[in-house]
């Protein structure tokens, strides 16, 4: 069984930054992909990054691009989501997922193991 952890969440001011991470433990395997997902207040999960097993590429969403960047630990099976610019809209749960596999997908239904979520608050 694999397991992820978020942490990092809080609260920031619009224009400032947050660095997420996320750790995944247990069965771990070189292959494993990890992905950035959020729930914004009364609104579905979203996709917001992935990344391949090895760290490159990566895939993100239209609103991440330019603000928010992923990047992996030296162990692989840590995962960084640094959050610039950030404004209120970026208010929402985040969440950490995994799979394993071999290619780069943003597809939600292909992650199998998630995280509970780290609230991160944007005040204006």
């Known amino acids: 069984q694999v397991q992820v952890v978020e942490s990092g969440g809080g609260l920031a001011q619009a224009g400032g930054s947050l660095r997420l991470s996320c750790v995944a433990s247990g069965r771990t395997r070189s292959n494993l992909a990890l992905a950035w997902y959020r729930q914004c207040p009364g609104k579905e999960r979203e996709f917001v990054v992935a990344?391949?097993?090895?760290?490159?590429?990566?895939d993100y969403a239209d609103f991440a691009k330019g603000r928010f960047t992923i990047s992996r630990g030296n162990a692989r099976n840590t995962v960084f989501l640094q959050m610039d610019n950030l404004t209120p809209e970026d208010t929402a749960v985040y969440f950490c997922?995994?799979?394993?596999?071999?290619?780069?997908?943003?597809?939600?239904?292909?992650?199998?193991?998630w995280g509970r979520g780290t609230q991160v608050t944007v005040s204006s």
């Open positions: 990344s391949h097993w090895t760290g490159v590429p990566t």
């Open positions: 997922a995994a799979t394993v596999q071999y290619h780069l997908t943003s597809s939600r239904s292909d992650y199998t193991v």
